[in-house]
T-cell receptor, first 114, second 108 residues
Framework: KAGVTQTPRYLIKTRGQQVTLSCSPI?????VSWYQQTPGQGLQFLFE???????NKGNFPGRFSGRQFSNSRSEMNVSTLELGDSALYLC?????????????FGEGSWLTVV | LAKTTQPISMDSYEGQEVNITCSHN???????ITWYQQFPSQGPRFIIQ???TKVTNEVASLFIPADRKSSTLSLPRVSLSDTAVYYC?????????FGTGTRLQVFP
């Protein structure tokens, strides 16, 4: 069974640009969540989607947004990029939302903003 | 502000048992506690998950006291390949919060 797949793995963007990251969850998983990992802030929750609806959102500005499609695939978008947005962005999937549903992570997308 | 704290780092030798604790004072009632292992440049890898008392699988044990305000990951007989960063993940109200991470260094 394929794991969580994230694309692209690496990308470099310029300040002010926008970026879209893609995530394909494990087959059958309906919940997708996104996280940002930086050396200074650690792993921080961005948002969670379940059945195309945003269920929860972390403490990030409105420049960070996401969506989930009917096939459970998800995208996250960051607009007006800032240098501080440079991070590893991790996508994770689970069968259902929260509770005892184990969350499995992809390998992440490395974003560098210059 | 919800805090989920772990020791910053731990050192051990091959063959020893390692116990890593995570404090999560504000864990949500219905949420489980999950532990992950992360190597550089990789995503977190699932280790073990539990709700209450003790859970054991082929690689680790997880101890959760009755008040669920903390949890302890136990790695029996660590090897050099266990050198990594370990994170706990818990639900706090409507958010998922990672612990601060514990960098485990295993020496020969």
């Amino acid at each position: 069974k394929a794991g969580v797949t994230q694309t692209p793995r690496y990308l470099i963007k310029t300040r002010g640009q926008q970026v879209t990251l893609s995530c394909s969850p494990i087959s059958g998983h309906r919940s997708v969540s996104w996280y940002q990992q930086t050396p200074g802030q650690g792993l921080q929750f961005l948002f969670e989607y379940f059945s195309e609806t945003q269920r929860n959102k972390g403490n990030f500005p409105g420049r960070f947004s996401g969506r989930q499609f009917s096939n459970s695939r998800s995208e996250m978008n960051v607009s007006t990029l800032e240098l501080g947005d440079s991070a590893l962005y991790l996508c994770a999937s689970s069968l259902g939302s929260r509770g005892g549903n184990t969350i499995y992570f992809g390998e992440g997308s490395w974003l560098t903003v210059v | 502000l919800a805090k989920t704290t772990q020791p910053i780092s731990m050192d051990s030798y091959e063959g020893q048992e390692v116990n890593i604790t995570c404090s999560h004072n504000n864990i949500a009632t219905n949420d489980y506690i999950t532990w992950y292992q992360q190597f550089p440049s990789q995503g977190p890898r699932f280790i073990i998950q539990g709700y209450k008392t003790k859970v054991t699988n082929e690689v680790a044990s997880l101890f959760i006291p009755a008040d669920r305000k903390s949890s302890t990951l136990s790695l029996p007989r660590v090897s050099l390949s266990d050198t990594a960063v370990y994170y706990c993940l818990v639900g706090v109200t409507d958010k998922l919060i990672f612990g601060t991470g514990t960098r485990l260094q295993v020496f020969p």
